[in-house]
């Protein structure tokens, strides 16, 4: 293979995991321009997609498509019961507070994970033909480009939500100014559970798109949520296509650097792009102040 193929090799599979980074990166963005918290249960709906989606596809015999449809339906309506019995009680307190609220969030959930579908690794089948698409000197698996579409036609519709909805108009004046959405009739306690099932939803979408190429497990959430995490602050917290952004980036430094130097430093590299962004450029990317939705 020459330097080429080699180097679109590790771009396309890059982008493809940068594209699981991106959809994490979103579920934060949304909760925090609702709430100005940080969501550390976010990697934790990724992995309850996935695992759900196992369950009801193998297990039960439900079709693939239906378990899939059904697998990010549970989990967004887990995300609205974790807001309601989690969030809201203690709404007033202080952001840390709420912080560390997530993670105990996140703690649980994985506990529960362990004893519903043990610590075994699990896997979905791809969703069409396994046949490798040849690209140029390069090859993509067909499960690859589900990724790559997936995400495309989220960020489409999350950005046609936003702009044409009056739901996501009211999502978009509380991230500006919650007193102002409030005065102006909008409930602002509606617009943050509706952010934390919305961002539960991408999360479980995200985990039902990788499953295929990668295995899941009850810990499976951990990493994808902190370098979902670390996409979402390079990008600039609180933008979307910042975070969309910061996932392909830290998705294509990421194969990059396991192609030519080595797999073990592959997520090295997204913590230090990580404490690089806070040095430089706490922004982000795109400032939060310029693009916040």
Known sequence: MEWY?????????????????????????????????INF????????????????????????????I??????????????????????????????IITIGGSILLKGIAVLIWGKESRSLPAFTSTEPIKFFGATLSGQSLWVMAGTLLAVI?????????????????CAFNRKAARLCGISVERMVLFSFGLSALLGAFAGVLITP????????????????????????????????????????????????????????????????MLYLRPAGILKKKLEKV
């Open 5 to 37: 193929d080699q180097l679109l090799q590790y771009l396309i599979t890059g982008i493809t995991t940068g594209a699981v980074y991106a959809l994490v990166a979103l579920g934060f963005s949304i909760i925090y321009n609702s709430t100005e918290i």
């Open 157 to 173: 519709l999350l950005h046609y939500f936003y702009e044409k909805t009056i739901t996501g108009k009211a999502l978009r004046a």
């Open 70 to 99: 059904l697998a990010v339906a549970i989990t967004a309506l887990i995300g609205l019961i974790f807001e309601r019995l989690a969030i809201r009680p203690v709404r007033n307190g202080s952001v840390i507070n709420l912080i």
């Open 41 to 68: 249960a976010q990697g934790e709906f990724v992995m309850l997609g996935s695992m759900i989606a196992v369950s009801l596809f193998p297990l039960l015999g439900v079709p693939l498509w239906v378990a899939v």
């Open 213 to 276: 190429i990668t295995y899941t497990a009850w810990d499976a959430g951990t990493m994808l949520g902190l370098k979902g995490f670390c996409a979402a602050i390079l990008g600039g917290i609180g933008s979307n296509p910042g975070a969309v952004m910061g996932g392909l980036v830290i998705g294509i430094v990421e194969s990059l650097s396991a192609g030519y130097l080595s797999s073990g430093y592959k997520d090295a590299f997204a913590f230090l792009i990580l404490l690089l």
